[in-house]
């Protein structure tokens, strides 16, 4: 099983649309219109083209050629210029055979390449475990929990948060 990352693009319109459509939403976040239509993707395209490479990398995952996921790496702004925040999502099939982990290392490494961060922050909801552990298998290090945090569906979870620091 090979992981690549795919410089998103006009030309996987349909894939993007595909996967968000498709993607367990219970721990993503709430600005992912559902359903994903197509001027969804046409105006996250246009942001991914013009903010790629200059604050942040988006990047489509791939297994074996197929796209199963996103994962990008966004630098902030103001005094916080120097961080950026990581994010991902992955189709469930995908789960549990290491592809978002190995995503993961490549992003981190291309974004502290190419980036002008020295660090880099991942928000997770306090019940997935999994992507708690995307993090720690990437050196990521626990650095504190954001009582109450996060309201979705109803629900009020606690956010970890993570962070990795250039070496």
């Given at each position: 099983?090979?992981?690549t990352?795919?410089?998103?693009?006009?030309?996987?319109?349909?894939?993007?649309?595909?996967?968000?459509?498709?993607?367990?939403?219970?721990?993503?976040s709430?600005?992912?219109?559902?359903?994903?239509?197509s001027e969804?993707?046409?105006?996250?395209?246009?942001?991914?083209?013009?903010?790629?490479?200059?604050?942040?990398?988006?990047?489509?995952?791939?297994?074996?050629?197929?796209?199963?996921?996103?994962?990008?790496v966004?630098?902030?702004?103001?005094?916080?210029?120097?961080?950026a925040?990581?994010?991902?999502?992955?189709?469930?099939?995908?789960?549990?055979?290491?592809?978002?982990?190995?995503?993961?290392?490549?992003?981190?490494e291309?974004?502290?390449?190419?980036?002008?961060?020295i660090?880099?922050?991942?928000?997770?909801?306090?019940?997935?475990?999994?992507s708690?552990?995307?993090?720690?298998?990437?050196?990521?290090?626990?650095?504190?929990?954001?009582?109450?945090?996060?309201?979705?569906?109803?629900?009020v979870?606690?956010?970890?948060?993570?962070?990795?620091?250039?070496?």
């Amino acid at each position: 099983m090979e992981v690549t990352l795919i410089k998103w693009n006009k030309s996987l319109k349909d894939e993007l649309i595909r996967i968000c459509n498709s993607v367990d939403r219970s721990y993503l976040s709430g600005r992912i219109p559902d359903p994903y239509t197509s001027e969804s993707a046409d105006w996250w395209l246009g942001m991914v083209a013009e903010h790629d490479g200059v604050d942040g990398l988006f990047r489509a995952v791939a297994v074996d050629g197929e796209v199963v996921g996103t994962i990008s790496v966004e630098q902030k702004g103001d005094v916080f210029c120097k961080d950026a925040e990581i994010g991902f999502f992955l189709l469930t099939e995908y789960w549990s055979k290491g592809v978002m982990t190995e995503a993961a290392r490549q992003i981190c490494e291309m974004a502290f390449d190419e980036l002008d961060i020295i660090r880099i922050t991942g928000l997770v909801y306090s019940p997935n475990r999994a992507s708690q552990r995307v993090l720690e298998k990437n050196g990521f290090e626990t650095e504190g929990r954001q009582k109450n945090a996060i309201f979705k569906n109803g629900s009020v979870y606690d956010a970890c948060l993570y962070g990795k620091l250039k070496k």
